[in-house]
């Protein structure tokens, strides 16, 4: 499939994807993280690239080379991320936050290497900016799409982020089956948006992010 000719309906059309986890720090030597390959935000990447749109591609400390003709920025937290991705928002007509961004950071980050010290410890957190949300509530936003892992309730919850956030789509995984998703080549989404709720069953990433962008195309269209 990856070699068969692709109508190229995203030309002319500037794409945002976020990818990855978020890391912060809580000293020179460790962090907190979520799990997250980047692998499907790398795959809708090179998907849309593909189909030709120019990509902005924001990621978060992963493993994985960058796809072909594709602008990548690296970040690490997801206060970086917030700032990356509104340099260039202005620009953009469809925005995919498909990062796993740490929901919260510590309040303090320690400068010097923290030392063992009692049989407990307490961190302090406050939440982190929502990436997403911030762009949906622009005055003009880009067509805006956002990710939901859930472990349960997955198009129920997906719904309320939908709504709550303004999203025009929200793709959603059930995270609690192991084969799918987070480190997995292969993934399965329940899209939703307005009026509409269609399941794209099993597949690689790759071909998973080509059916995802056909959908975002025409909802984007119809807006
Ligand atoms: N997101 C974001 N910035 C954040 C948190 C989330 O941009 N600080 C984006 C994710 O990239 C994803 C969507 O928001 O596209 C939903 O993320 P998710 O973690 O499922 O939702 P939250 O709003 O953080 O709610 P919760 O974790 O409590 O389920
Ligand atoms: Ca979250």
């Known amino acids: ?17 976020t990818a990855g986890p978020t890391r912060e720090a809580i000293d020179p ?39 072909q003709n594709v602008v990548r920025h690296n970040v690490e937290s997801a206060q970086e991320m917030l700032e990356v991705v509104h340099n260039d928002i202005a ?49 003009k936003p880009p067509f805006t799409v956002g990710f939901a892992a859930e472990t349960q309730d997955v198009e129920s919850y997906a719904k309320s982020k939908l709504e709550k956030k303004k999203l025009n789509m929200i793709a959603a995984n059930d995270v609690s089956n192991s084969d799918l998703g987070f480190n997995s080549d292969r993934n399965a989404l329940i899209v939703l948006s307005k009026d509409s709720v269609i399941s794209l069953e099993p597949k690689s990433k790759y071909l998973l992010a080509l059916e995802l962008l056909k959908l975002v195309k025409t909802e984007f269209n119809n807006r």
């Open 1 to 17: 499939a990856q070699t068969k000719a692709l109508t190229p309906i995203l030309n002319g059309l500037n794409i945002m994807i």
């Open 91 to 139: 620009e953009q007509h469809i925005f995919i936050a498909c990062a796993a961004v740490a929901d919260y950071k510590l309040d303090n980050i320690s400068e010097q290497k923290m030392k063992k010290q009692g049989d407990n410890l307490q961190l302090c957190l406050s939440q982190n900016p929502d990436i997403l949300k911030s762009v949906a509530f622009l005055d």
């Open 29 to 67: 030597v460790r962090y907190i993280s979520n799990h997250s390959s980047g692998k499907m935000g790398f795959a809708l990447a090179k998907a849309a690239q593909l189909l030709g749109a120019k990509v902005t591609l924001v990621a978060g400390p992963v493993s994985l080379p960058t796809p």
